[in-house]
């Protein structure tokens, strides 16, 4: 286990040109891909956190890594969780980011982990999948998986962030605007919905937008794709229609009372709702919800969907290496 | 509401009916459809605070736009979170929703009167269906009744087909789909009888769905209709049965009904609309085309810039629909089609093209409940 992220520390220290090989891949911002690389690639873990990793792993003979494009680090996690499972690892990177898993892999000494791009997995005989991304992705890998191969799939999710009544608010929104560059948005831990006390909407709003287009001078939002913009403009035009939209160089905020769910990409929608209508919402999207970011983290975890992350604003991009990201399953 | 408010609503329905008429008269409209367009959005941004916003948003100053196109369209996704309407709460006569999400929310279009919402689908269905016919057809539906589904807009539509575009001698109760069930056997015994006295053309009215179950229950066997008949199917499949293309399933209903290709037509509408759509195909018009009524206009826009593409080019859908006179007469949907001669080409929803890793998509997020 030890290889893994003695391999990441070695990638953040001197990554060579695997920035440039990510800003291209990844449509990331040269500062983004920098930013994910300091400050999200989970180098730190501490032996407790690496035995919950290990205790959370399967045993096979052999684990087979399907990744998906985006989020660059999560490979680290990936191929932890399958090193600590099995003796053999076979790993096939998304094809638009093959870059972070093939330098990670190249500077592990531990024989028996290999990137196999070509490998497909319905070529699997035995052992296990480990695949990483949308539904729909799972649901084909499940359906022509070899016969005794077990799936595991870690799907498509999203956060939520929660302030609660007396948080600062200013400081709050700093801290959602921290969550959200990291990746652009991209990864699950990502909070698309900031849920704010009915007084506070409009402040949080302007705050928050604030405190985008203060971080995107520092590290711009990538490009957006032909279909991520179409999807962004169309939650423009809905929100402004039911609430108010702040439209900054590289984000969205919407403001509304009732939930409109942003597409990635910097855009986040803040719902101005009671107590009791925070919970309802949340538990109505529980089973999308992979991480909760909240201002007083100890006022929501009763409640708080009881498979997801739950830290303090600020934090959400940065889950301990202590098992999947995503526990839903 | 206003009395004055009222009184400008209904002279927009009148002007809206009038076009209808002239249609139903064969005659030439009454004024021009970016007159009335625009007058309908300067009548919804003074009176729907959510479609003033939307303007503002735009940059859009409703009141000196010169053309329907330069006036915002309302996207089909803000029926679901916002009220959608002119009028007071409580003044609606009826509410049409549409089917769920995962969030629970279903999308609602408010009327505060249906008169000209049915007199657009009258004229315009009978047009689309049975102009051909010199009688009544009997028709049936392989669908719910009202009882089960009283805020189904299209429920709603397919009553009022039953009621003025049928023959009313050919039976009782013409709806066979009751709590998730096709009654196969009575709509067996009601084509039988007439077949056998003779009777007119049928005219079947049906989800995709129900057809798709429909034809599974028959497996190999036929369902021959009267000489005539004709196929009316709607809608799509997501999550209510196996999915089926389009082509695969026209093909099985040719050959289950025994009607002609011609006689298979397709319609296509919304809840959040007040007009629908058809294959022209009855009328000498290629199949995949669909025509609109005068009163309506489909325009593919550039999904990014929301503009008009070029001739022929694919976009989404952004519907102008005159019936619309008191929530949103432009609404911008997500699916996509391209103009062709004789009218659009209905293409679907865009694939998600993406990668998203682990973010979870919109259509993801939102599939239907």
């Given at each position: 286990m030890n290889d893994v992220i003695d391999a990441a520390r070695h990638l953040a220290r001197a990554p060579g040109t695997l920035i440039s090989e990510l800003t291209h891949a990844t449509g990331l911002s040269h500062e983004g891909v920098v930013l994910g690389l300091a400050?999200?690639?989970?180098?730190?873990?501490t032996a407790d956190e690496i035995a919950a990793l290990v205790t959370h792993a399967s045993e096979a003979p052999h684990v087979h890594v399907v990744l998906s494009a985006?989020?660059?680090?999560a490979a680290l996690r990936a191929i932890a969780l399958a090193v600590a499972a099995a003796p053999e690892v076979t790993i096939r990177a998304s094809?638009?980011?093959?870059?972070f898993a093939r330098a990670l892999v190249a500077r592990m000494?531990?024989?028996?982990?290999r990137v196999t791009p070509?490998?497909?997995?319905?070529?699997?005989?035995?052992g296990e999948i480990h695949v990483y991304g949308r539904n729909e992705t799972i649901a084909a890998v499940t359906a022509t998986a070899a016969a005794g191969v077990t799936v595991r799939g870690h799907g498509a999710g999203m956060g939520v962030a929660i302030v609660s009544a007396g948080a600062d608010v200013v400081a709050s929104a700093s801290a959602v605007a921290r969550d959200v560059i990291a990746f652009d948005q991209r990864?699950?831990?990502?909070?698309r919905l900031v849920f704010v006390p009915p007084a506070a909407g409009p402040e949080f709003a302007a705050a928050l937008s604030g405190a985008l287009e203060a971080l995107g001078r520092i590290v711009p939002r990538g490009a957006l794709q032909a279909d991520e913009a179409a999807e962004a403009e169309r939650y423009a035009s809905t929100v402004a229609f039911a609430g108010h939209l702040l439209r900054g160089a590289g984000h969205l905020v919407g403001f509304a009372t009732s939930v409109v769910v942003p597409p990635p990409g910097r855009h986040l929608h803040v719902v101005a709702a009671d107590d009791l209508a925070v919970r309802s919402s949340v538990a109505k999207l529980a089973r999308s919800i992979v991480a909760v970011g909240a201002s007083h983290p100890e006022a929501v975890a009763r409640w708080a969907p009881p498979h997801a992350r739950l830290s303090r604003l600020g934090t959400m991009q940065q889950p301990r290496l202590d098992g999947p990201v995503d526990r839903r399953t | 509401m206003s009395c004055i408010h009222i009184s400008e609503a209904d002279a927009l329905h009148a002007r809206a009916q009038s076009f209808v008429k002239a249609y139903e008269q064969r005659?030439?409209?009454?004024?021009a459809f970016d007159s009335l367009a625009i007058d309908l959005a300067r009548y919804q941004a003074a009176h729907c605070a959510g479609y003033a916003r939307l303007c503002a948003a735009k940059n859009v100053h409703i009141a000196t736009i010169?053309?329907?196109?330069e006036a915002p369209a309302v996207p089909t996704d803000a029926f679901k979170v916002a009220r959608v309407a002119t009028f007071a709460e409580g003044q609606a006569r009826v509410t049409f929703r549409t089917s769920g999400t995962t969030l629970g929310d279903r999308g609602s279009h408010e009327l505060r009167t249906t008169a000209t919402v049915d007199a657009g689908a009258l004229a315009f269905g009978r047009a689309a269906?049975?102009?051909?016919?010199e009688a009544r057809p009997a028709v049936v539906v392989v669908g719910p009744p009202p009882s089960e589904a009283p805020d189904s807009s299209l429920t709603h539509m397919l009553a009022l087909f039953v009621r003025e575009?049928?023959?009313?001698?050919?039976?009782?109760?013409?709806?066979?789909?009751r709590e998730g069930i096709i009654d196969l056997a009575r709509l067996d015994e009601r084509v039988s009888r007439l077949l056998q006295r003779g009777g007119p053309p049928v005219l079947l009215l049906a989800t995709s769905f129900a057809l798709v179950h429909f034809l599974d229950g028959l497996g190999e066997a036929t369902f021959a209709l009267p000489p005539g008949s004709r196929v009316m199917q709607t809608g799509g499949f997501k999550g209510r049965s196996r999915e089926v293309s389009a082509s695969e399933l026209a093909a099985e209903i040719e050959r289950v009904f025994?009607?002609?290709?011609?006689?298979l037509i397709s319609e296509y509408g919304m809840t959040e609309l007040s007009s629908q759509f058809y294959d022209a195909t009855l009328r000498?018009?290629?199949?995949?085309v669909m025509m609109e009524p005068p009163w309506a206009r489909v325009v593919p826009v550039?999904?990014?810039?929301?503009e008009p593409v070029r001739e022929g080019e694919i976009g989404i859908a952004r519907i102008e629909d005159l019936l619309n006179v008191e929530s949103a007469f432009a609404v911008q949907t997500a699916d996509r089609v391209r103009r062709v001669s004789g009218g659009f080409e209905l293409l679907g929803r865009a694939p998600g093209?993406?990668?998203?890793?682990?973010?979870?998509?919109i259509d993801e997020l939102l599939g239907g409940a």
């Open positions: 400050e999200h690639l989970e180098t730190d873990a985006n989020v660059f680090v094809s638009r980011e093959p870059h000494t531990m024989p028996g982990v070509e490998a497909r997995p319905e070529g699997v005989k035995r990864g699950c831990l990502s909070p | 005659a030439p409209m009454p004024e010169s053309t329907a196109a269906l049975t102009a051909d016919l575009l049928g023959d009313p001698s050919c039976g009782d109760d013409p709806w066979f789909l025994g009607v002609d290709a011609a006689h000498g018009g290629a199949p995949g550039d999904p990014e810039t929301l093209g993406t990668p998203r890793g682990c973010s979870i998509g």
